[in-house]
């Protein structure tokens, strides 16, 4: 296994009514390609900041991201994106499915962003819907979807254009017991069938005990 992602001495507060918040102070971590690690940590710690600024969403005041030997930092914001869209895929608590859109239509929508072939694109996100167990579901707008089918076309779409490294924040907080549990067999299956990695903020203890490790913020 080599090294996909690496953090080094990330830094980053906050100023709101005149003070400062320091929320995160000279964090370090690493993770193997194909690995599963799970972030957790109390409310208001700074999972969900450290994954934005992996998921290059936002900076950090200083320190190095280096992700498949590239660093973010260092780019325009014209490669950023391109890298974001090529490199990296995202899950959130809540899917942020578009709510005109089929499900099919929603896990297209991020080959569009790097201009895949729209056959090929069409054929990949078919086979990721049932890959996720939701094919026949396809044409359904997220509406007529229930919570863990929506989550699961989340997955899909986060895995549409092959990306190195998959971010999730809290992705089964919104879920009952038994879709949290569904949700987290997919995402090792998922991380067999496609060798992805995903780093996974989350308070679920049941979550943390399925990951390869466990990264505690304090």
């Not at 700074?46 to 280096?66: P, Q, R, V, Y």
């Not at 863990?148 to 895995?159: K, N």
Request: charged share 25%.
């Amino acid at each position: 296994m080599n090294t996909i992602l690496q953090v080094i001495d990330i830094n980053k507060s906050y100023t709101a009514v005149g003070e400062r918040l320091d929320v995160l102070n000279n964090v370090n971590l690493s993770m193997d390609r194909g690995e599963v690690v799970a972030i957790n940590g109390p409310s208001g710690i700074g999972k969900t900041t450290l994954l934005n600024i992996i998921g290059t969403l936002d900076t950090a005041d200083s320190g190095e991201l280096i992700i498949s030997g590239k660093s973010p930092f260092s780019m325009n914001d014209e490669a950023l994106s391109t890298f974001r869209a090529e490199n990296l895929g995202y899950i959130f608590q809540f899917h942020y499915l578009l709510p005109e859109f089929t499900a099919l239509e929603n896990v297209l929508i991020p080959a569009k962003i790097v201009d895949l072939d729209k056959e090929m694109a069409k054929e990949r996100a078919k086979s990721l819907l049932e890959a996720v167990g939701v094919y026949e579901r396809r044409h359904h707008k997220p509406s007529q979807l229930s919570g863990g089918e929506r989550q699961r076309v989340a997955v899909a779409r986060a895995l549409m254009n092959r990306p190195e490294l998959v971010l999730a924040d809290e992705p089964t907080g919104n879920l009952d017991p038994d879709n949290g549990k569904r949700l987290i067999d997919l995402i090792h299956s998922v991380r067999t069938e496609f060798d992805q990695s995903f780093l996974i903020a989350t308070h679920s203890r049941s979550l943390s005990a399925a990951c390869d490790r466990v990264i505690s913020l304090t």
